[in-house]
């Protein structure tokens, strides 16, 4: 089994007095597994944060190379069912509010899926058929978009961008004619007087300005000769879906993770159980709160944290026990700086854990924990030879 994480890794926080959300966090079956197992660290993916859809693809087992080309946008349209021909191009898109030509919130949380979908048929209803929007999240959406096959302009995701101007982006979304930005600057303008948000400002809540695309690639631009369907995927996330769907790996939901007040269980057990009997591999990739592997606060992973552990390490290592023998590895897919409020190029600690692997002093899933492991630092090649992706 491989247990990624999204963007858990952390530097450290002057706020936790030097230490990490891994350091503090309360995990005792993670620590479990850490004092059975070997810790070491990964490189970091290239001296630059990479996009998401690019590591997470390296982690589970893609040649480097045809995991550079992967984008988000494809990946979610894929989960959301949506098919295009040769020449149309896919984005993720975030609902975002706008103010003097600036982001205000990139990623408006209370913006409900059945809000956006309602914004999107408005885009859809005005564009006809060279387009089609399906959320995919909250606050996110596939965007399906004609291109006629002109170069994409593959975007940058909206809190990344910062505060520099709205206008900047979308005169880069419309180099060489692209649609990308036209569609972005029309959602603004039929999003402005939409019912949806005009309840939402009665109500004091942030408008959904406008979608902001990101993530674009081609729909028919996928690497050939993947045939995963010895594997088993579990996940929250809309792009590691369209990532299985596209590589015949089949897939189950994984049900609010971190959220401590969920109701229901993070997955069925007897889906897993099946699964489990049928996969070589089992492949958990739990998407934080936020895209791009970013957490509301400090305080708000920590917590996570702690919710994964109890809520889906807990049952999960109770059916991997009566399923003997079996290896384990535990990683995060990049460092999320808290303090600076973006991903960095930095490395990664793991565990792994199991059948042949005795343990060493590791005592805690942590980034100075793991720097000490018997595993050193390793390339995510070879961590992808070690954990069979």
């Known amino acids: ?114 809000e956006l979908r309602l914004l999107g048929e408005s885009l859809e209803n005005d564009a006809g058929d060279s387009v089609r929007v399906m959320p995919v999240a909250r606050g996110r959406a596939a965007v399906l978009l004609r291109s006629g096959g002109m170069e994409i302009a593959d975007g940058t995701p909206p809190w990344l961008w910062g505060t520099r101007r709205y206008s900047r982006y979308l005169d880069r979304m419309s180099r060489r004619g692209h649609p990308a930005g036209d569609l972005m600057e029309r959602s603004r303008e039929l999003f402005r007087d939409h019912p949806v948000n005009r309840v939402r400002v009665d109500l004091g809540e942030d408008p959904a300005d406008s979608l902001w695309l990101w993530g674009g690639g081609a729909v028919a631009d996928f690497p050939s000769g993947y045939d995963w369907a010895d594997r088993t995927l579990l996940t929250n996330a809309s792009g590691a879906r369209g990532l299985a769907g596209k590589t015949g790996m089949p897939g189950l939901d994984l049900h609010e993770p971190w959220n401590a007040g969920a109701r229901s269980e993070a997955f069925r057990l007897p889906d897993l159980v099946a699964a489990l009997r049928k996969s070589r591999l089992l492949i958990l990739f739990a998407e934080a709160p936020r895209a791009g592997g970013r957490f509301p606060g400090t305080a708000e992973k920590i917590r996570a944290l702690e919710t994964f552990d109890r809520r889906v390490l807990d049952p999960l290592l109770s059916v991997l026990e009566a399923s003997r023998p079996y290896r384990i590895a535990l990683t995060s897919d990049r460092v999320f700086s808290s303090a600076e409020g973006r991903p960095v190029a930095d490395r990664v600690p793991f565990i792994a854990a199991g059948e042949g692997l005795a343990a060493d002093d590791t005592i805690r899933w942590s980034e100075e924990a793991c720097a000490g492991g018997s595993l050193g630092t390793i390339g995510r090649g070879v961590f992808r030879n070690m954990t069979g992706a």
């Open 1 to 114: 089994m491989l247990l990624i994480l999204n963007g858990v890794a952390d530097r450290p926080l002057e706020a936790l007095e030097g230490r990490t959300p891994l350091d503090v966090a309360r995990v005792p079956h993670i620590e479990q597994l850490a004092r059975e197992g070997q810790g070491g660290m990964l490189e970091p993916a290239g001296d630059e944060p990479r996009e998401e859809a690019v590591i997470l693809g390296e982690l589970m087992g893609m040649a480097p190379g045809d995991a550079a080309g992967l984008r988000s946008g494809p990946l979610d349209a894929a989960a959301a069912g949506l098919e295009g021909g040769e020449a149309d191009c896919a984005f993720s898109a975030s609902a975002v509010t706008l103010e003097n030509d600036r982001l205000h919130d990139s990623d408006p949380l209370d913006l409900s899926s059945d």
